[in-house]
């Protein structure tokens, strides 16, 4: 355990301290050049290959039974069990299509759905593998860095409340809006509307998904 410790810290040392000698001082603020420099680059390789030395000696991630055991294993629901939680009977919105995939680092889900006006939401749930909780709460892993400034470029954004859970209103420069907000387990839930003229109408399907059921199946 302090080996592994001590594995870590000289990793985010050696990450951080050579940062304005590799990416220049002016860039060094902006996390966007950070997170795309070479040498986090390096440092995610080395994080992985510490992580898998871990599993390798034994380490056990996932109970057996689990809502997570479950959702990364593919034979007794997969990811798809994500959306099934969250979005599987939405009242007023028909469901055009479903996708889910487990990544190396993450579980990933999406659905798209269509109201009786023909407006379409995307509804996409990210949940890292616990070997990668860390990685994804110090921000190291982009796949869900992209659904937040400073990756996603906004024009304006909003703190909101969706069913009791705290989540931001994002407006892109491109257009688009979304809205995010985070799951036990450092998950993460983007819903996205491609046309935001009026986004009163992605608030409305947001408001639709069943939040807590996807928390309750969470935490077991």
């Not at 979005?87 to 759905?113: C, P, T």
């Not at 069913?163 to 819903?191: E, F, M, W």
Request: hydrophobic share 40%; glycine share 6%; aromatic share 10%.
């Amino acid at each position: 355990m302090e080996k592994s410790f001590h594995n870590w810290v000289v990793l985010i040392t050696g990450l951080f301290y050579p940062l304005t000698g590799a990416i220049g001082t002016a860039h060094a603020d902006n996390l966007t050049d950070i997170l795309n420099s070479p040498r986090m680059a390096q440092f995610s390789l080395e994080s992985r290959q510490i992580m898998n030395r871990n599993a390798r000696r034994g380490r056990v991630w996932i109970k057996k039974g689990s809502s997570l055991y479950k959702i990364f294993n593919p034979s007794v629901g997969g990811p798809s069990l994500l959306i099934n939680w969250i979005g599987g009977n939405i009242s007023g919105y028909r469901k055009i299509n479903e996708h889910a995939q487990i990544k190396y680092e993450y579980a990933y889900a999406s659905a798209k759905y269509q109201n009786s006006n023909e407006k379409q939401f995307k509804v996409e749930v990210l949940l890292p593998h616990p070997k990668y909780r860390s990685s994804v709460e110090f921000g190291l892993i982009q796949a869900f860095n992209k659904y937040k400034p400073p990756v996603l470029k906004v024009k304006k954004q909003e703190v909101m409340s969706i069913k009791g859970h705290k989540a931001r209103l994002y407006i892109s420069t491109a257009n688009n809006c979304s809205i995010v907000l985070n799951t036990l387990k450092s998950g993460l839930i983007n819903i996205a509307q491609s046309d935001c003229r009026d986004f009163k109408g992605i608030i409305k399907f947001a408001r639709s998904l069943d939040l807590i059921r996807l928390k309750r199946k969470l935490s077991l």
